[in-house]
């Protein structure tokens, strides 16, 4: 939750902001109205995928760059599905 604060002391900053969080959390998030946040199916404690995994974690940060740049309000929640090889 304390990541859902900062991110909103951020923005009343106006520096934009993205919380990339596992999708355990969704109900959590979207009680908490934060500015953009993005789902992944990923394990606790490693939202950006598994270690040494770079092709997911980049795409997991493109995914939350594309919501920044792209989220038409604040309160927008993307989910981030991984490629199937």
Do not use: C, Y
């Not at 979207?30 to 770079?54: C, E, I, K, N, S």
């Not at 989220?71 to 989910?79: K, L, M, S």
């Amino acid at each position: 939750m304390s990541v859902g604060h900062v991110a909103r002391l951020i923005e009343e900053a106006g520096i934009p902001t993205v919380i990339v969080a596992v999708k355990a959390f969704e109900t959590r998030m979207r009680m908490m109205t934060l500015p953009r946040v993005v789902l992944t199916p990923h394990l606790l404690g490693r939202p950006f995928g598994a270690p040494g995994d770079h092709a997911t974690q980049r795409a997991v940060i493109l995914t939350a760059l594309k919501l920044l740049e792209s989220a038409p309000r604040e309160g927008e929640i993307a989910n981030f599905q991984p490629e199937r090889a």
